[in-house]
């Protein structure tokens, strides 16, 4: 095997690459660990007026609601165009709407700058991880992958913090000064992209084999690895499709399992109610008993440094631990955070004094950090990495759309749900991630150590559920059904293990064709 290439700087430029575009996450984080903060300041109030619970979730999540629609259909630009080609003008909008933030003079104009935002934010995040995903080495994919997330945990801390500094600041820059540095961000993002190429893989899929093996040479990538996963892939290059043929794409037979697999894994990570945490945190920790704006405050303050300390781990070991045992065993300690703090509360026991209510706060507080070094890390590394080479933007980009559409259910209904019940929203989010467990624990493949190429197989496997089938078809069950399926074809979606095969029949067995699939597309509509 060829020695890894040298490189003049202190780090391979793959690494600075993904580092780059990863402000992309730091942007993300930055915004919702400040935005709580912010519209809890005196400041804010005296500025734009007091909120309700309503306005208040919905001035939190319109951020989300916006991002959602543009998220759906950045993958078919990313595709098009290319991935860093789309990072780019979502960057800017971005910028854009924290600058109307910055301006707002009334609620509506701060309201219509985080709808701004928010559209920008729903056209790069997504791609961000495809991006990443394809130029990373297998060796370091989900430590690389991961980064995004890491970057936003650390945006979290760093919004807390701005807040906690500016807090004291008698006047309304108190909470415009974080918007200020949002900007600055923005603009940082959409340059560091104009100077980065574009993934080697998806210049292969669009037949540019000779500017992909520039692109391996400009990033210090191995191109024996790179010869060995797709320069000599035999797949063809990827037809023009609209953007609705693109979504449909996603759920024909051969693709659907794995988009399903993306869209349940992302939006339940969100259900588990930690965007309730880094939102509300000064909220919850005044309920709990820190009643002055500066505790709750330096209560977030510590429960993001936290985050961002375990995070660190988490994120450097992303490709020592199992996807699915991170997944598993992080679910079950989320559910139990959740249902521990809502018993106390429902008991009536936590007050503003007592011992209850630190065990409260210390829950919220191991919430966040089993997050951080489970859920957050692992979710967006499974749902890029599972895809095939020609669905991977589009699928990844459907899958945020819902991340973006559970965040907002969570932002707009945590603070009617906790003005309504003291204990309902933690029981809620406990029962979802406990729910979520059982069903990775039923058709969560193991990714780790696998090629991007090499993970296709895991889908054309069968399950416990199809094996079943076997045997209580001889019974009389299901026959009528089985006279139109290809004899011992496993269905798509029926797959969980990964076993040991040959990775160039598990690329050719991938997915249907993806040529066949545009001419079924065109029939289709044409029909």
């Known amino acids: 095997m060829a020695s890894p290439p040298t490189h003049p700087y202190f780090a391979p430029r793959y690494v600075m690459a993904a580092v780059a575009v990863s402000l992309g996450g730091l942007l993300n984080g930055y915004d919702t660990g400040s935005i ?21 979730g919905i001035t939190v999540s319109i951020i989300m609601l916006t991002g959602t629609l543009p998220s759906v259909f950045a993958g078919h630009f990313a595709d098009k165009f290319g991935r860093i080609t789309a990072i780019i003008p979502g960057a800017v909008l971005f910028g854009v709407g924290a600058l109307v933030q910055c301006l707002a003079k009334s609620l509506g104009q701060f309201i219509a700058g985080r709808a701004i935002a928010g559209f920008g934010q729903g056209i790069f995040l997504s791609n961000i991880s495809v991006y990443i995903c394809e130029i990373a080495p297998l060796r370091h994919r989900g430590a690389l992958t991961g980064l995004p997330q890491f970057m936003a945990t650390a945006g979290v801390c760093a919004g807390y913090f701005t807040c ?99 869209l349940f894994i992302l ?12 939102y509300y945190a000064p909220i919850l920790f005044e309920q709990a008993g820190l009643s002055s704006d500066s505790a709750s405050f330096l209560a977030s303050g510590l429960s993001s440094i936290l985050m961002l300390a375990i995070s660190v781990p ?47 706060i210390i829950a919220v507080f191991v919430f966040g950090l089993t997050y951080c070094a489970t859920w957050g890390i692992v979710g967006k590394i499974y749902a890029s ?3 095939p080479a020609h669905t991977r933007a589009a699928a990844n980009c459907v899958a ?5 559409g559970t965040n907002f259910l969570v932002a707009i209904l945590t603070p009617i749900l906790l003005e309504a019940s003291a204990f309902g929203a933690y029981f809620l989010f406990g ?65 969980v293990e990964m076993d040991p095969h040959d990775a160039t029949e598990a690329v050719a067995a991938s997915a249907v064709s993806v040529e066949t699939m545009h001419r079924s597309l065109r029939l289709d509509v044409a029909v």
């Open 36 to 56: 709580g903060a912010i519209t809890h300041m005196s400041q804010f109030t005296e500025s734009l007026g007091q909120l309700s619970a309503t306005m208040l």
């Open 164 to 262: 906690y500094g500016t807090v004291n600041i008698q006047s309304d820059m108190a909470w415009r000064l974080p918007y200020i540095l949002q900007c600055t961000f923005s603009a940082i993002l959409a340059w560091s992209c104009l100077l980065l190429p574009d993934s080697p893989r998806w210049l292969i899929l669009h037949g540019r084999q000779a500017e992909a093996r520039r692109v391996l040479d400009r990033l210090d990538l191995d191109v024996a690895e790179a010869e060995r996963d797709f320069l000599m892939s035999t797949e063809q290059t990827m037809p023009s499709l609209s953007p609705w043929q693109s979504f449909s794409l996603l759920f024909r037979r051969g693709y659907r399992a794995r988009t399903i697999l993306a």
């Open 267 to 278: 939006g339940m990570v969100q259900l588990s109610g930690i965007d309730a945490i880094v």
């Open 314 to 360: 988490a994120f450097l070991l992303a490709d020592k631990w199992g996807r699915r045992t991170s997944a598993i065993s992080g679910g079950i300690a989320l559910a139990s955070c959740m249902f521990l703090m809502g018993s106390l509360y429902a008991a009536g026991v936590v007050h503003p004094y007592g011992v209850a209510r630190w065990f409260v």
């Open 385 to 387: 990495e599972i895809q």
């Open 400 to 404: 945020m759309g819902l991340c973006f």
């Open 431 to 495: 029962s979802l991630a406990l729910g979520t467990v059982a069903v990775l624990a039923v058709y969560m493949p193991e990714t780790r150590g696998r090629s991007l190429e090499s993970i296709q197989e895991a889908f054309h496997r069968p399950t416990a559920l199809s094996s079943l089938a076997n045997i209580v078809r001889p019974l009389g069950f299901g026959t009528r059904r089985r006279a139109h399926q290809i004899p011992r074809e496993p269905a798509a979606g029926e797959e």
